[in-house]
């Protein structure tokens, strides 16, 4: 059941983008006069699923559940309809219209991807607001990976700025990706009451990418959630909701300080300190506990995200509107950044391009409409703009040819854009296998 929610949400998703990219091309063609013989939701390989027409339109739909396209009369498309483009130019055509004309019906579809995702977010902003845990609110600092402890990290470290700008009043999740994406020097932190610059090598990229972006969580007391029966902690006498003070005397108060110690003393039978709550009065408690060859006792420690000061922000109509149009900005520069990443080989993330099925795993298991158009909006951003990368076969390279001839006037050949076309699917091609691939390498791992 979970799956088959993961994927009504991606057909839903995918569906409502493709009609509105594929509309801004219909409606800038509408505009000026040139004829659009399919309108298609996925893509119909010798047959469709249901069809009909309306005027010189054929609108329809495809059985491949992914993409879609419209047929603009007299233009070299992923159609490759060479007998048309053989015929005298007609005026309704395309070919026949003016570069800037042309050029304005090729963006269309990446302007109302743009305009979807601005809606999105305003709406967003307007309906839920923001919510998230800044930096400066994390008073105890925070516990890091593995990886960032190689890195020179070490858990309690308070994040300052990075290349000296400050993340103050960002969330504190915001931090590890732009230490993936922003091509950062060094992260400044506070590690008992000394300022500290922190090296970001580049060659931890990969493996940060890798991790997805786990790096670092917020530093939680050690409150017992949950105690496994039979275990070294139920046997020991604690209870869940207990909070754990002290370690053989010692004080401690951070779940990460725990594990470290109880690491340490594997075998050992340790003294620890804890706080209950009983008869609407808080009391002191002390167990023994005998920590198993396996440094677990038995417990789980509760995610108190509650514990910490929540920023809210409440947005009139007027003022979602900025909101929006910043939120959308953000995601286009990231994703941007994104791509560079993708095309700079040492960073490896190439390894991370994912097909149909990573975009899936996007979706949570359950239907929430918050996540939903959130997602719906990140896909929308990335939807423009890899359209408008200049490939052809893509509306960026066929923009790239109508740039060349407004600036040169000269029109490119039909046999030079046929060609291209060929060229840019290839690429495309190539591009969704290496997507494919890496989502079913990933299944096996």
């Known amino acids: 059941m979970d799956v088959l929610i993961k994927v009504a949400q991606l057909i839903v998703c995918l569906s409502l983008l493709v009609i509105v990219h594929e509309f801004g091309h219909f409606i800038f063609a509408k505009i000026f006069k040139t004829r659009v013989e399919k309108f298609y939701l996925f893509f119909n390989p010798w047959f469709s699923l249901f069809k009909f027409r309306i005027g010189e339109t054929e609108y329809g739909m495809g059985w491949i559940p992914f993409g879609g396209y419209v047929k603009i009369a007299g233009m070299i498309d992923e159609s490759m309809d060479k007998e048309q483009m053989k015929q005298p130019p007609k005026p309704y055509e395309f070919r026949s219209k003016p570069a800037w004309q042309r050029l304005l019906i090729m963006v269309g579809g990446v302007l109302m991807n743009i305009l979807t995702a601005f809606i999105i977010y305003v709406g967003l902003s307007y309906t839920y607001g923001e919510s998230y845990i800044a930096n400066k609110d994390v008073k105890d600092g925070y516990v890091f990976s593995e990886l960032a402890h190689e890195m020179g990290f070490r858990d309690g470290d308070k994040v300052l700025n990075i290349d000296g700008v400050s993340y103050d009043n960002e969330s504190y999740s915001q931090i590890p990706y732009s230490m993936i994406i922003d091509d950062v020097d060094y992260v400044e932190v506070e590690r008992e009451g000394e300022k500290i610059k922190i090296k970001v090598d580049k060659k931890f990229i990969p493996r940060m990418l890798e991790k997805g972006a786990w790096i670092l969580d917020l530093r939680m007391p050690f409150v017992v959630d949950s105690v496994v029966n039979g275990s070294a902690a139920h046997l020991g006498g604690i209870v869940k909701g207990d909070s754990l003070i002290a370690f053989n005397g010692v004080p401690m108060k951070y779940r ?111 239907w929430n409409w918050l996540h939903f158009w959130n997602i719906t909006a990140l896909f929308s951003v990335m939807l423009a ?61």
Do not use: C
């Not at 075998?267 to 408690?285: C, Q, W, Y």
């Not at 097909?355 to 949570?364: E, K, L, R, Y």
């Not at 000269?410 to 296998?433: C, H, N, W, Y």
């Open 256 to 366: 990460d300080q725990y594990t470290a110690a109880f690491k340490e003393h594997a075998g050992d039978t340790v003294e620890l300190t804890l706080l209950r709550d009983s008869a609407n009065m808080t009391i002191t408690k002390v167990r023994h506990v005998i920590v198993p060859d396996s440094a677990i006792i038995g417990v789980l420690s509760a995610y108190r995200y509650y514990d910490y000061k929540i920023t809210e922000k409440k947005y009139s109509f007027w003022e979602a509107i900025p909101a929006g149009m910043h939120r959308a900005g953000e995601q286009m520069s990231s994703y941007v950044k994104q791509l560079k990443m993708i095309f700079t080989p040492e960073t490896e993330a190439y390894k991370s391009v994912g097909s149909v099925v990573a975009m899936g795993n996007f979706f949570p298991s359950t």
């Open 385 to 445: 703009v890899m359209n408008i990368l200049p490939i052809p076969a893509l509306d960026g390279g066929h923009v790239v040819f109508l740039l060349y001839e407004v600036i040169t006037r000269r029109k490119p050949s039909d046999r030079f854009m046929e060609i291209a076309q060929t060229i840019g699917m290839f690429l495309l091609l190539a591009l969704m296998v290496l997507a494919l691939g890496n989502d079913i390498f990933r299944l096996f791992q």
